[in-house]
């Protein structure tokens, strides 16, 4: 049976999440700010939510339909056979959000939606009273632009909770966007990685999941497990075909950080995620690479939160003299200081606006600056003769 589903993404990210569906062999519907529909059966979704690297949530559609008074809201969500979805024990939660709508009371709108569900269900059953005591099913009332969308959430929590990062240090990345900076960065197996400032982890944990073609949420549960209805063991099937595509090469992937209590937590990160990685107590104005061709990636301190302003972008003009003396290497920035290329000394190639824990912030992308020139002809008497 096929059904319409989405994934909820940071803004920005909307073609890279398209991109993943592609990849999976799903078939995109509709790509619009923040969210990419897309349709299939109960194992097309669990795959969704096994690998889908850069989304946020997956839920599934079951309603559409314009609402500007609570009566229209209480209508359209009761017009939905809700007992194809709900057992008679089910335990109803009811998420909400509002955007741009008349219908701006979240906490009504969760009220009026879950009391439309009940009486639905009362109807069906034939019961005055719904016991609730059974598993529970997450609804999402969300509110755009007077549109009213009713799904069900297939994650619980976010596709961001992978199950390795129990840790955390100051102001960390999301597993989500880190996976997306990877992702944009154009990193290859074949090509060496580093992340001078590496924090928690994330982005070299990410790369290297990648890179083995591990999927994101293959230690972890989702809330559609749940479902009575779910086909054919979409989960088991989606897992078992996720652990065979599995790999464990060697990748040459490091992460560095001036904190040695960050690397421990990186090198537990790590291990809880199955991938072996390169770790180092460094400070960025160490970096010396003689390799050519790698790929930074790079979350700096902003200064609204870890330095004060000046010292960040003190940090931000040492980068550019440590990174353009890498021979051939790409660098990708993720920063929120507006003048950040001023300070930073070179415009960008390439700029994407993302967001990183709710701040503005720009993906700042630079081709390799210098490549190693090729070799002189040793000069001869010889007449030259073209290869």
Known sequence: MTNTYFATCKI????????????LGVEVLRVSDARVDFAGDHFAMARAC????????????????????????????????????????????VNGKSAKSRLFSVSDCQS????????????????????????????????LRDEVTVALDCCGAGLSRRGYRTYNVPAPISETLGAAIVMLSGYRQTRPLIDPMCGSGTMPIEAAMIANNIAPGINREFAAEDWHFLQNNAFAAAREQARDSARS?????????????????????????????????????????????????????????????QSAEEL????HGI??????????IIASHPDFERIYGARADKRRKLSNGGMTCTLYRYRPPYLSP??????????????
Request: hydrophobic share 35%.
């Open 12 to 23: 920005g990210l909307e073609s890279v999440v398209a991109g993943e569906l592609r990849d």
């Open 50 to 93: 096994l690998w889908l690297r850069t989304a946020e949530r997956v839920l599934m559609k079951l309603a559409s339909f314009r609402a500007v008074t609570f009566d229209e809201l209480y209508e359209g969500v009761r017009r939905i056979r809700w007992k194809d979805y709900l057992l008679r024990t089910s335990f109803i939660h």
């Open 112 to 143: 009026i939606a879950k009391k439309a569900i009940v009486d639905s269900l009362s109807r069906e059953y034939g019961l005055k009273i719904l016991p609730e005591n059974g598993r529970r099913i997450i609804i999402e009332i969300g509110i």
């Open 249 to 309: 090469d060697k990748v040459d992937i490091s992460g560095r950080d001036i904190d040695p209590h960050s690397i421990e937590l990186c090198k537990k990160h790590a291990k809880k995620a199955g991938v072996m990685l390169d770790w180092r107590v460094e400070p960025v104005q160490k970096l010396r690479e003689t390799r050519t061709g790698g790929v930074i990636v790079c979350n700096p301190p902003y200064g609204e939160r870890l330095l004060e302003k």
């Open 316 to 319: 931000y003009r040492q980068m």
């Open 323 to 332: 990174f353009s003396r890498l021979d051939g290497w790409s660098v990708n």
């Open 374 to 387: 090729k070799p002189e002809r040793p000069k001869t008497d010889e007449p030259r003769i073209d290869e």
